[in-house]
């Protein structure tokens, strides 16, 4: 049996590499010792000889990544002694209006006896190619739908046959979509497997998993929703002992190695998935509800993918003892593609043909393109520009500042122009990578901080394109603008499309380097997205939702006072008024922390048109104020707030390390985030790609090291945010590969898996040293004696304290006496690692206080009422 791969000038050394990392494994999983032969052309021939009936999977590697399309699969069968195979994407689906081909072979000169026929929605014609012992079949689809592909070989039909191939509906450009869209779903909580262990913080933990073979592997960790320490995608594949290997600071935690005994009933099983709910046909813009019952189909995670000609809003309404509740919304009528997995694996019936009916949603789609240049580099002590439109502003609270390579700051000339333009210029003294910090009464505005490349340019990308505005945040019925910054990302095609109840205007603005102005203008509230695209890939955040209000019309009259923006201190309360000055509506009010939590305001009514709002913040960085009367924001809000006595400030922030750019499977790739200089905040660390990632962080001199651990090969977005605002330079995208990793690494998800880490920092200075942070359990600690009831006068009491299992902290020790004074003569004795010996001796009748601290907290029963 034999099986081509015509890759066009597919290179030598590619050939002896397929030949090492070949594997076809058969329905009993032996391996059929494929034999690989060079055609001469550009492609490779494998021939193998099946000794069994059945579906054979063809897995392909090259360079340790799996080529696209593998796994491969193939039916066999045995026909009258002979064996027929049939493979190809055609069998499966395809695309209407788009060629489907497929592939059938059989003994040399007996292509004679196959028959093919295809039975659809509609006639189909069928375009056959012979070539010795292979046949090429191929056939046009112009409905969507079901088609069984029927063959038979010498008058019986082969195993498999006929063939179910589900063709989805091809979108031509229609008004509200452009090519296939793909809406996807990911949910963990059926992999998660607990430790019934409490640990307070995970962000420096590292744990690795032995599996039954002796294999090693690293592997995630997270909090349940009970606090417990548990292991994240847990999905075994085979039965025996996993033990779970956990340490912190090269040391093991208490328990570890925790021992996990994965059984039969322990394995994914996609088939033992129950689904129920709507899986052929639903109705679009109405919620689709589907049930689907894991309890009984083991560890695995869940994933809901939608593809078809728009955009399906889905979303998890409820999940309780592994059993999910899903909504699924299409935008349009159509023919759909609905894939449920569990593990990775197809569900039985998936990928199911949806067929969505209903009413339009009647939204409009407005696109606009432009091809955008690649900027000139700059040299050191060379004259640059910055060209923005920033609505809402004041030119006397503008400030802008850039930042060198070295950590040199410099303000920029600010040059106030009509429309709310500004143009900042700055002269840098060296090559490198600058951070450009716009800001407004103190705060960054929408997309700053910026990159700045002076002389060499970067190597550029879709991820390096980046968007701030109010335009793609919040608008009303009329124009809205933002900007778009292209310079980073090199030459390309740029499109921005604005999707919504009405059509959009939209206008681009190009100005000098690297940056474009882009308006839209809108004759209907509702809710909006913004498509923007970069060589016809999204770019990070795309598309965004923006809520187009109507005219705010009378809130505009209402006015804020005593509104206090800086010298806010967490769990103080901060108050103002809201005067509506004739105004009449219902007001409302929420505060968005730095973490991205949403905190609603108290309201209360002082007079008729006056209220009082009271807020009370809970940690630091700033906030985001949102006044709304009748859904309509008031003149100038958000209001930006600054909560602690230092800015956290993200442009002072810096990543670096080889893990930003490249990395390798099944092993620790770090890069370092520099926060020294940049105040105390909520550090965020999010990884999307292929798969999900072992990720843990430790704190540096200068910053945090974060590693994480990718299971599979491919593309990788790293965001790094500093009080919920970007970096300068993320996100970054880093090319991870199966060499240097333990094997070829597992095979990529079907779709993106997000890995996040959030740190809460500590001001550092720049240059300073570290301190040793210890993390201990006051609840944890011991204490017992007799010398914490009664004292007598003059003679030597005693207690003792065990810290054993409490972890490590500063021990403190005190005692005062009636009169207020420390007691003369007080004692600490260590009499093994963890127990320590308390004596003291009283010389004042009454009543004396014994404080005990392990760490920052008293330890239960403490203070110590002591009387003589």
């Known amino acids: 049996m034999s099986k081509p791969w015509p890759w066009n000038q597919l290179p030598s050394s590619a050939i002896d590499y397929y030949k090492k990392t070949y594997k076809m494994p058969a329905p009993d999983a032996d391996g059929l010792g494929p034999e690989i032969k060079d055609n001469t052309d550009g492609s490779i021939c494998v021939q193998y000889h099946p000794n069994k009936s059945g579906r054979h999977e063809v897995q392909m590697c090259y360079e340790g990544c799996a080529v696209e399309g593998s796994p491969f699969s193939c039916m066999v069968d045995n026909i009258d002694g002979s064996y027929v195979t049939a493979f190809g994407a055609g069998l499966v689906g395809g695309m209407s209006g788009q060629m489907v081909s497929f592939t059938v072979t059989a003994k040399q000169g007996s292509l004679s006896k196959l028959d093919v026929k295809v039975d659809g929605p509609t006639k189909t014609d069928i375009t056959r190619k012979d070539h010795g012992d292979k046949c090429d079949i191929s056939f046009l689809p112009m409905t969507p739908g079901i088609y069984n592909i029927i063959v038979k070989y010498n008058g019986k039909e082969m195993k498999g046959s006929p063939f179910v191939s589900k063709v989805s509906v091809h979108d031509n450009g229609m008004p509200s979509g452009e090519g296939r869209k793909r809406s996807q779903l990911s949910l963990g909580n059926s992999s998660e497997y607990s430790l019934k262990v409490l640990e307070t913080n995970v962000v420096d933990l590292v744990a690795s998993v032995k599996l039954p073979s002796g294999a090693i592997e690293p592997c995630l960790l997270k909090k349940d929703s009970e606090g417990h320490l548990c292991v994240g995608s847990f999905a075994p594949k085979s039965t025996g002992d996993y033990a779970i290997h956990i340490s912190r600071d090269e040391k093991p935690i208490k328990g570890s190695p925790f021992h ?126 910055f060209y923005l439109q920033i609505p809402g502003t004041n030119p006397f609270d503008m400030e802008a500042s850039v930042t060198d390579p070295d950590g040199s700051t410099e303000l920029c000339e600010i040059m106030d122009e009509e429309d709310f333009h500004y143009r900042m210029m700055f002269t840098p003294q060296m090559e490198g990578t600058h951070t450009l910090s716009i800001k407004h009464k103190g705060l960054h505005i929408s997309g700053s901080p910026f990159v700045y490349s002076v002389g060499q340019l970067s190597s550029g990308g879709t991820h390096k394109v980046q968007v701030g505005g109010p335009g793609v945040e919040k608008g009303e019925v009329g124009f809205n603008v933002f900007n778009i910054y292209t310079r980073e990302a090199g030459a390309g095609e740029l499109s921005v499309a604005v999707e919504g109840p009405s059509d959009a205007l939209i206008k681009l603005e190009e100005r000098p380097h690297g940056f474009l102005g882009v308006s839209y203008k809108v004759k209907v509230a509702g809710m909006y997205d913004i498509h923007i695209k970069f060589n016809d890939a999204h770019i990070p955040g795309s598309p965004f939702r923006v809520h187009i209000s109507p005219d705010s019309g009378v809130a505009r009259n209402v006015t804020v006072h005593s509104l206090k923006d800086r010298g806010l201190q967490v769990d103080k309360a901060s108050t ?293």
């Open 260 to 385: 996990i005994k994965v059984g039969d009933k322990e394995l994914a099983h996609a088939s033992k998935v129950k689904v129920s709910g709507p899986t052929t046909k639903a109705k679009a813009n109405e919620p689709n509800i589907l049930e689907l019952d894991c309890s009984d189909a083991g560890y695995g995670g869940l994933s809901v993918v939608i593809e078809g000609p728009h955009r399906s809003e889905i979303e998890c309404k409820h999940y309780e003892n592994r059993k999910y509740k899903i909504s699924y919304s299409p935008h349009e009528p159509g023919i759909y593609i609905l894939n449920l997995r569990f593990a990775d694996d197809h569900l039985p019936g998936s990928p199911f043909l949806l067929q969505v009916e209903g009413e339009p949603s009647g939204r409009i789609r407005e696109t606009v393109t432009k091809t955008m240049e690649q900027a000139e580099p700059v040299k050191k002590n060379q004259n640059c520009e």
């Open 576 to 868: 103002f008024t809201v005067s509506y000055n004739g105004a009449k509506g219902t007001l409302n009010a929420c505060v968005r922390t730095p973490s991205g939590s949403h905190e609603d305001c108290f309201v209360q009514e002082m007079d008729e048109g006056l209220y009082g709002l009271r807020f009370i913040p809970k940690e630091n960085g700033v906030h985001y104020l949102d006044i709304k009367l009748n859904d309509h924001h008031i003149p100038d809000s958000p209001f930006a707030i600054m909560v602690g006595s230092m800015a956290a400030d993200p442009a002072m922030v810096l990543a670096h390390g080889d893990g930003l750019e490249r990395g390798s499977c099944g092993i620790k790739n770090k890069f370092v985030v520099r926060t020294a200089g940049a105040g105390s905040s909520f550090l965020a660390v999010f990884i999307e790609g292929p798969s999900k990632c072992a990720l843990s962080c430790r704190e540096v001199d200068e910053g945090y090291e974060f590693s994480y651990t990718p299971f599979a090969p491919g593309k990788y977005l790293i965001t790094v945010k500093y009080g919920n605002i970007n970096i300068a330079g993320s996100p970054y995208q880093s090319e991870v590969t199966a060499r240097g990793g333990s094997g070829s690494g597992r095979k990529p998800s079907p779709l993106n898996e997000t890995t996040s880490m959030v740190v809460e920092t500590v001001e550092k200075r720049p240059g300073a040293k570290s301190l040793r942070r210890f993390r201990g359990d006051a609840s944890k600690v011991n204490v017992r004696g007799p010398g914490l009831k009664k004292a007598r006068c003059n003679q030597t009491q005693t207690f003792t304290i065990d810290v054993k299992d409490a972890g490590h902290a500063m021990l403190c020790v005190g005692m005062v006496a009636p009169n207020g004074l420390p007691e003369p003569e007080l004692m600490v004795k260590k009499n093994n690692p963890t127990q320590y010996t308390v004596s003291y001796k009283v010389v004042e009748a009454g009543e004396h206080t014994l404080c005990i601290r392990f760490g920052d907290e008293e330890v239960p029963g403490s203070p110590f009422s002591i009387t003589t």
